[in-house]
């Protein structure tokens, strides 16, 4: 629904004769119109579906206009008159509905306030006029199919662009729109499958690696073995050498020992100072005889 407020000095509301005019700074735009003349009218025609009147009770400055009401009446489109009267108080009373009509068709509508009483007055400060967001469309004015060209006027009632009314209590264009983009967000699923395969691809990495690693290992470690055994074939092959060659050349010849050797003879041990020239026949596992 659009409203639509209009100001007491608004050119379309038409007064007979019998009023003034009057306002202060609590009152719309600081204006009203006002009238104590019994039977002074005002006319209002509008495009709409409801209609409000607006005004300013004034203090009961004296104790004879306590029972003084302002007393008026209203009617839309020579309807029911509805009428209107309320107590004036010590004080100034602003913006006070008047009169109010709703549930009019969408269209021109005209409203009549009637004064009804003297010695009291009656200030009128503004209208309020609702209609609807979408208005009615004229099929009248729409143009006709016709086999010929089309005339100039048809032609542009077809090219105008429609006149759009928004309203203050709609949700305007921009809500709809960062919905409809907040709807139409992309998927996040390949983006996380891009971090799952990432992580995966690190897992394979780190596996070749270390596989890598414990072969290396597994390889040192059987060269080492053949080292071993390959200086234990050749100590093997050299004492084999020794043997056989000194059981060629033990019969005849002498061993010579160092001093420090412990040499044991007939149950008695003494320590030789000098070298003694003994015969390999003589030697006998550890020990010389």
């Known amino acids: 629904m659009i409203q639509t407020k209009l100001d007491d000095r608004d050119d379309r509301i038409q007064y007979s004769d019998g009023w003034g005019v009057a306002g202060s700074e609590h009152e719309y735009k600081g204006t009203t119109t006002s009238t104590a003349t019994k039977g002074a009218k005002f006319t209002f025609e509008f495009n709409g579906t409801s209609v409000s009147v607006f005004g300013t009770l004034p203090e009961a400055t004296r104790p004879s206009l306590v029972s003084v009401h302002p007393h008026t009446s209203y009617t839309v489109d020579g309807g029911d008159p509805v009428f209107f009267s309320k107590k004036l108080a010590d004080s100034i009373q602003y913006r006070i509905p008047f009169f109010v009509k709703g549930n009019l068709t969408n269209g021109t509508h005209t409203l009549v306030g009637t004064c009804v009483n003297d010695g009291s007055q009656v200030y009128i400060d503004y209208l309020i006029v609702g209609a609807p967001d979408n208005p009615p469309i004229d099929v009248s004015d729409s143009p006709q199919p016709n086999t010929g060209p ?7 009632s077809v090219s105008s662009p429609p006149v759009s009314i928004t309203s203050p209590y709609s949700q305007p264009p921009a809500a709809s729109s960062a919905a409809s983009s907040s709807i139409s967000s992309p998927n996040l699923t390949p983006h996380i499958a891009t971090i799952i395969g990432g992580i995966a691809g690190g897992f394979i990495l780190v596996f070749i690696v270390l596989a890598l690693f414990l072969w290396y290992c597994r390889w040192k470690r059987i060269e080492y073995m053949m080292s071993i055994r390959r200086s234990f074939s050749l100590s093997s092959r050299d004492s084999q050498t020794s043997s056989e060659s000194l059981s060629k050349s033990d ?30 026949s003589s030697w006998n596992g550890n020990k010389i005889y």
Not at 150 to 156: L, N, V
Not at 253 to 261: E, T
């Open 150 to 156: 089309p005339s100039s006027e048809s032609s542009e």
């Open 251 to 280: 019969r005849n010849s002498l061993v010579s020992l160092p001093s420090d050797i412990i040499i044991y003879r007939e149950g008695r041990r003494s320590l030789q100072s000098q070298p003694v020239s003994l015969s390999a």
